[in-house]
């Protein structure tokens, strides 16, 4: 059984540094793809970051080169470095995993989702 674990989540000034790990277990992260989505209240679902089975990153047009997605393999984690946060990025954050190489799915096309986590920038 595969399972999600969020965790690095928080309340930040605008400007601040937050980084978020997405624990796996059940299956090793060098077979899945992986992505970070973001829903805040009365939005949709979006995409923010995520990675492919061989390690490359794509990214929301939104992130502006703030953020930074990578897989640890040897951890067996998700990793997402976000710099020069801003309130718009208020939401909560969910890590998502598929079996396959494609990234940059919609969210129905991931199998595996953690419970989410909670980040709040403040202006």
């Known amino acids: 059984q595969v399972q999600l674990v969020e965790s690095g989540g928080g309340s930040v000034e605008a400007g601040g540094s937050l980084k978020l790990t997405c624990a796996v277990s059940?299956?090793?992260?060098?077979?899945?793809?992986m992505c970070w989505f973001r829903q805040a209240p009365g939005k949709s679902r979006d995409n923010v970051a995520s990675?492919?089975?061989?390690?490359?990153?794509f990214y929301g047009s939104f992130v502006e080169r703030r953020f930074t997605v990578a897989k640890d393999n040897d951890k067996n984690t998700l990793n997402l470095q976000m710099n020069s946060l801003r309130p718009e990025d208020n939401a909560i954050y969910y890590c998502?995993?598929?079996?396959?190489?494609?990234?940059?799915?919609?969210?129905?096309?991931?199998?595996?989702w953690g419970q989410g986590i909670q980040v709040t920038v403040s202006s």
């Open positions: 998502a995993a598929r079996e396959g190489s494609a990234a940059w799915l919609d969210a129905a096309d991931y199998e595996y």
């Open positions: 059940g299956m090793p992260t060098d077979v899945l793809s």
């Open positions: 990675v492919d089975t061989d390690g490359d990153p």
